[in-house]
């Protein structure tokens, strides 16, 4: 962390440890010319260098900032003690300008390849205001599901599966909500519905917590 801090255009969320791997492994395939290099994220085109030896398209799975401003819009639970709320004030900062770094990275990566791509109009308008300006929109290509597959029947007893990366804020976020908002609710209409979290969850989370 301190590390990052030191290096104001690197944020802080990106694995730069594991570069020399990615660009080294990299080179023992790449040989001869190439027509067009299409990264699937900006973290792999910066591990492995920020390669220029072809035209380049950067796929912008995700933006960034836009995730983590998101997070800051969730309001935070209240609390009396002085020392959770110096904790949620660096947070706060902290959230602040890991968006900076990113949109730093994303303006350079924008400047350095040939094109850039979102996968809606939103993101790129988005996408566009924090300073990319080569941005291309390919919707994602998974048609919308007109009628059920597969198994439509309810099981016994009624159990919905929440799975997700319980380390990742929003989809813990969206866990607690789910457990805490829905459930009760839910429970009211159908009293034995279960409810399961599935996926890697902080190590100071209760079992207990993870199977409500």
């Known amino acids: ?39 699937f994220g900006i973290r792999p085109w910066v591990l492995v260098g920020e390669l220029e030896v072809a035209p380049t398209i950067l796929d912008f799975d995700d933006l960034e900032d836009q995730k983590i401003s998101a ?9 009396s003690s002085l020392v959770t709320k110096v904790k949620q004030i660096g947070a706060r900062g902290l959230s602040k300008e890991e968006i900076r770094r990113w949109r730093r990275l994303q303006r350079r990566a924008g400047q350095h390849t040939s ?45 919905i599966v929440f799975q997700g990366l319980l380390r990742y804020p929003p989809n813990a976020h969206a866990a607690r909500y789910l ?18 979290l599935v996926g890697l969850s902080p190590p100071d989370r209760k079992s207990t917590r993870l199977n409500s």
């Open 115 to 159: 094109t850039t791509v979102v996968c809606s109009e939103l993101d790129a308008d988005r996408a566009r205001r924090t300073g990319l300006h080569r941005v291309e929109v390919i919707p994602n290509g998974y048609r919308r599901v007109e009628q059920p597959v597969g198994r439509v029947a309810v099981g016994t007893p009624p159990t």
């Open 1 to 39: 962390l301190i590390s990052s801090l030191a290096r104001p255009w690197r944020p802080l969320e990106l694995p730069w440890k594991d570069g020399a791997r990615a660009s080294q492994a990299v080179a023992r395939f790449m040989t001869g010319r190439y027509d067009l290099i299409w990264y």
């Open 71 to 79: 997070r800051l819009s969730i309001p935070q639970p209240g609390s």
């Open 179 to 196: 457990v805490d908002e829905v459930g009760p609710a839910l429970r009211e209409l159908v009293p034995d519905v279960r409810i399961r």
